[in-house]
């Protein structure tokens, strides 16, 4: 076995320290269960406890989300990824935190709207063919759309099974709705979000390039566009479309959109 520096083993040439679950996330894990418990049981101050539980489980899943894009891409032959610091599952490694943590809480806050977050860079150069491409791409989206269905059925199971506080499932069905929100909005074909990158390898040159040209300001663009009233109300009725397919209660998911508005009241 190759070592780094004495008692430091390499796995592929990469330090295992560059694998271990960074003390912030794990930090955040402790908060979400902590809050979570606390929500179950109305302890304390009880719009205060969603809200917690509501934002830390939420930084959660966004650091799973890119966790699985850094990992797929690890897989494919990108490296140095992990000098990076992405497997660690620390979200400030990321390239933008104010982008990558700050705006997507404040949006969840303002609009309960899961915005895709954060981003971490792949050396697309050291990965070889298409499909890998995609994959890496597709692999953030598919952990949101696993979160949903597992959060969603939880939700079900607990409601059916009694138990725990009105505050805590109004919480949990709004991670689920937050969930869901995130995962159309990855999928939608958007130059720079994962739906457009997933499809980008498949482009012939002259739309790639104009593709890569439009890339840093997908993102802006639909921020932009879900404050439209008539696009906005057109995403958001397809959300409320499978949410209801999905079994997801709208009065629950709305109820604890108020409640981690602690500071209305």
Same mark, same amino acid.
């Given at each position: 076995?190759?070592?780094?520096?004495?008692?430091? *083993?390499?796995?592929?040439?990469?330090?295992? @320290?560059?694998?271990?679950?960074?003390? !912030?996330?794990?930090?955040?894990?402790?908060?979400?269960?902590?809050?979570? !418990?606390?929500?179950?049981?109305?302890? #304390?101050?009880?719009?205060?406890?969603?809200?917690?539980?509501?934002?830390? $489980? =939420?930084?959660?899943?966004?650091?799973?989300?890119?966790?699985?894009?850094?990992?797929?891409?690890?897989?494919?032959?990108?490296?140095?990824?992990?000098?990076?610091?992405?497997?660690?599952?620390?979200?400030?490694?990321?390239?933008?935190?104010?982008?990558?943590?700050?705006?997507? !809480?404040?949006?969840?806050?303002?609009?309960?709207?899961?915005?895709?977050?954060?981003?971490?860079?792949?050396?697309?150069?050291?990965? *070889? $063919?298409? &499909?890998?491409?995609?994959?890496?791409?597709? @692999? $953030?989206?598919?952990?949101?759309?696993?979160?949903? &269905?597992?959060?969603?059925?939880?939700?079900? &199971?607990?409601?059916?099974?009694?138990?725990?506080?009105?505050?805590? =499932?109004? $919480?949990?069905?709004?991670?689920?709705?937050?969930?869901?929100?995130?995962?159309?909005?990855?999928?939608?074909?958007?130059? #720079?979000?994962?739906?457009?990158?997933?499809?980008?390898?498949?482009?012939?040159?002259? =739309?790639?390039?104009?593709?890569?040209?439009? @890339? *840093?300001?997908?993102?802006?663009?639909?921020?932009?566009?879900?404050?439209?009233?008539?696009?906005?109300? @057109?995403?958001?009725?397809?959300?409320?479309?499978?949410?209801?397919?999905?079994?997801?209660?709208?009065?629950?998911?709305?109820?604890?959109?108020?409640?981690?508005?602690?500071?209305?009241?």
């Amino acid at each position: 076995m190759a070592y780094d520096r004495p008692g430091e *083993p390499l796995v592929l040439g990469v330090p295992r @320290a560059a694998f271990r679950p960074s003390p !912030v996330f794990l930090a955040l894990v402790a908060l979400l269960v902590t809050s979570g !418990v606390m929500a179950w049981h109305r302890f #304390g101050n009880v719009r205060l406890d969603v809200f917690l539980f509501v934002v830390s $489980g =939420w930084l959660v899943s966004l650091c799973l989300h890119e966790y699985a894009h850094a990992v797929v891409a690890y897989r494919a032959g990108d490296r140095d990824i992990a000098h990076r610091g992405y497997l660690t599952l620390n979200p400030f490694k990321y390239t933008h935190p104010l982008l990558s943590i700050a705006l997507p !809480v404040l949006v969840v806050l303002l609009g309960g709207i899961g915005l895709p977050g954060g981003a971490v860079w792949v050396d697309r150069h050291a990965i *070889p $063919g298409r &499909l890998r491409h995609t994959l890496v791409s597709l @692999a $953030g989206p598919a952990t949101n759309v696993l979160f949903t &269905l597992l959060l969603v059925a939880a939700l079900r &199971l607990g409601l059916a099974g009694g138990g725990g506080s009105g505050e805590f =499932w109004a $919480g949990l069905a709004l991670l689920a709705f937050l969930q869901l929100t995130a995962s159309v909005l990855n999928l939608l074909p958007v130059p #720079g979000l994962d739906g457009g990158n997933m499809i980008q390898p498949w482009l012939n040159p002259q =739309w790639r390039r104009m593709y890569d040209l439009f @890339a *840093p300001y997908g993102f802006i663009v639909l921020f932009a566009l879900l404050w439209n009233p008539r696009i906005g109300g @057109a995403f958001f009725g397809a959300i409320f479309a499978i949410a209801d397919a999905l079994g997801l209660p709208p009065d629950l998911y709305a109820a604890g959109l108020d409640l981690i508005r602690f500071w209305q009241g």
